[in-house]
C-alpha cells in the first residue's frame, strides 16, 4: 500500500475560503443595526470602537465557518457529491491538513479576545461576558459529541447569538449603556440569521437524514420546512417595518424604497424549491435578502433624526 501523500500548504488564498466571506453579513449587518441604533440615541459614538467591534464580529463569524467546516470533514458529513461550491468545501476539494483549518479557527477566536481586550478597557466587562457566551456557542455548534448544529435548535441559536447579542453588546460597547430593548430592535437581524442555516438546512436535508443530523428541517421533512420559511420571511419583513413605525417612525419614508428594491430578491428566494441542486443559489440568495433588509432597517433607524420638510 502506497504511503498517503503529504498535505499540501495551508495558503492565505485557503484560509480566506475557509473564512467564507459571503456569510460575513451575518456578522456585519448585526453590527450595522447596533451603530445605527447607538447613533440616533446617543449624542456621539466612537469610529475605532465601531471598527473594532465589526473587525471582532467578522473574526467570530470567519471562526464559524471554519469550524464548521473542520468538524464536517472529520465525522465525513461532507462530500464532492453535495452540491455545493468548491469554495465552500476548502477541505474536501483541496489536500489541506485538517488540523491546519483546525489551528486556523481557533486563530480566529484568539483575535477576536485579543482585540476585546480593548472594548473591555473601554465598556467594561458586559460586552465580555456576552463575548464569552457567544465564543463558547461558536465550538458547540460544530464540536461536541451532538454539536448544535445537528439539533432542531441549530437555527434559533445562531440567529440569538449572530443576530441578537452582537447588537446587544456593540450597543453597549458604544453607548456604555445596556439597553434590553436592543433585542427587540434586532428581531430582523435575529430571523436573517436563522434564515441563512434554515436555508442551508433545508437544500441539505436527504444529506443530514443520512449523517444522522436532526435539523428542524429533518423533522419537518421539505414541504412542511419550505412552509415555515415563507412564514419566517413575511415575518421578517412584517418586523422591519412594526420596529420602524413603533421606535423609528421618521424612517418609515424609507419602507417603500427598500420593498421596491427587496421584492424581487424575496420572490426569487420563495420561488427556490430549496433543494440540493438549488443550494447555491439558495445561499446567494438568502446571504442577497440579507443585505438588502438589513441595510434599509439600518438606513430607516438612522433616518429617524432626519426632519423633513414638506
Not at 453590527?31 to 469610529?47: G, H, M, R
Amino acid at each position: 500500500m502506497s504511503a498517503p501523500a503529504a498535505y499540501g500548504k495551508l495558503t492565505l488564498r485557503l484560509a480566506l475560503q475557509l473564512a467564507a466571506p459571503h456569510t460575513w453579513p451575518a456578522a456585519i449587518l448585526p453590527v450595522f443595526i447596533a451603530v445605527a441604533a447607538a447613533a440616533v440615541t446617543t449624542p456621539s459614538i466612537s469610529v475605532l470602537m465601531t471598527c473594532v467591534l465589526l473587525i471582532i464580529c467578522i473574526l467570530m463569524q470567519s471562526a464559524v465557518n471554519t469550524f464548521n467546516d473542520y468538524y464536517d470533514y472529520v465525522k465525513g458529513a461532507d462530500s464532492a457529491d453535495d452540491n455545493v461550491d468548491p469554495t465552500d468545501a476548502v477541505l474536501v476539494y483541496n489536500n489541506v491538513n485538517p488540523r491546519s483549518a483546525l489551528a486556523l479557527a481557533v486563530g480566529f477566536l484568539v483575535a477576536a479576545f485579543m482585540l476585546g481586550a480593548y472594548v473591555i478597557w473601554v465598556a467594561g466587562w458586559i460586552p465580555l461576558a456576552i463575548g464569552a457566551v457567544g465564543a463558547i456557542v461558536v465550538v458547540l455548534y460544530s464540536a461536541g459529541k451532538t454539536p448544535i448544529s445537528y439539533v432542531p435548535i441549530g437555527e434559533v441559536v445562531s440567529g440569538l447569538v449572530m443576530g441578537g447579542l452582537i447588537p446587544l453588546a456593540c450597543y453597549q460597547a458604544l453607548t456604555a449603556i445596556f439597553d434590553p430593548r436592543v433585542l427587540l430592535w434586532a428581531v430582523p437581524t435575529i430571523l436573517g440569521v436563522g434564515l441563512i442555516m434554515f436555508t442551508n438546512n433545508t437544500c441539505d436535508l436527504e444529506k443530514d437524514v443520512e449523517s444522522g443530523r436532526r435539523t428542524l428541517s429533518v423533522l419537518l421533512g421539505r414541504k412542511r420546512a419550505r412552509s415555515l420559511y415563507h412564514g419566517v420571511v413575511f415575518a421578517w419583513v412584517v418586523a422591519i417595518a412594526a420596529l420602524v413605525a413603533a421606535f423609528f417612525a421618521q424612517g418609515l419614508v424609507v419602507l417603500p424604497f427598500m420593498l421596491l428594491a427587496s421584492y424581487p430578491l424575496i420572490k426569487a428566494l420563495l420561488d427556490n424549491p430549496l433543494a440540493p441542486q438549488t443550494r447555491i443559489g439558495a445561499m446567494a440568495q438568502v446571504c442577497s435578502v440579507n443585505i438588502a433588509l438589513g441595510a434599509f432597517y439600518g438606513a430607516a433607524i438612522l433616518a429617524s433624526t432626519v426632519d423633513l420638510v414638506l
